[in-house]
């Protein structure tokens, strides 16, 4: 969640969990109710799902929607779990190299769909920026990794391209504390662990 790096710079004490140590001793350990990465913690509140941490950070950061905007929200949210989802259920299959490419065929009317939504912005819901922005930055940088082909241009790339502009995750990308350099998007056991590569 790229959303934690405004986070980070806020002032609010808080981790975000994506420890190579989790499934050793850390998961059952944590006092988590659903144990599971991502996770957050924030003081004595620890949150896993990656829908609930986007959204409590959105209404604690102010980046949530308005009232009139908050369906929209959600279909842009659900939509991208979908894409997400289909993602994973072939990044973990046995078979991932002779799916993929049926997955990669769907990716244009998809993308075009998401395009549309956003239609000028800049971001997803208009003028003002909220989680699901970070949200749908992630996901698309998720299947960038699978199709860059599909990400050469157009307005789903300058969509990131002002997504990841933003000062705070500027800076975070150019730094050497950036995930997207060392993380796998899926875990390293998946048939297909996936690198992004977003700093490009």
């Known amino acids: 969640l790229k959303v934690i790096q405004e986070l980070k710079s806020s002032g609010i004490n808080a981790e975000y969990g994506d420890a190579p140590k989790w499934f050793g001793e850390m998961k059952y350990n ?68 002779n799916m993929k490419g049926a997955f990669i065929e769907k990716l244009d009317v998809r993308l075009g769909e998401v395009a549309k939504f956003i239609g000028d912005g800049p971001y997803a819901l208009g003028d003002k920026i909220t989680y699901v922005d970070f949200l749908t930055y992630e996901f698309l940088d998720h299947l960038k ?20 502009a933003l000062p705070n ?17 899926n875990s390293p056991m998946a048939t297909w662990p996936g690198l992004p590569n977003a700093t490009q």
Not at 169 to 185: A, G, H, M, P, Q
């Open 30 to 97: 944590m006092g988590f109710d659903f144990p599971n990465l991502p996770f957050l913690i924030d003081g004595d509140l620890k949150i896993t799902q990656t829908l609930a941490i986007a959204r409590y950070l959105g209404r604690k950061l102010n980046m949530y929607p308005q009232e009139k905007d908050i369906t929209r929200c959600e279909m842009l949210e659900q939509n991208m779990m979908d894409l997400r989802t289909g993602l994973s259920r072939i990044a973990y299959n046995p078979n991932f190299e």
């Open 145 to 164: 990794a699978l199709s860059p082909d599909h990400f050469k241009e157009g307005p789903i790339v300058e969509y990131m391209k002002r997504i990841q």
């Open 169 to 185: 995750l500027k800076k975070w990308f150019d730094s050497d504390d950036c995930t997207n350099k060392t993380y796998t998007i």
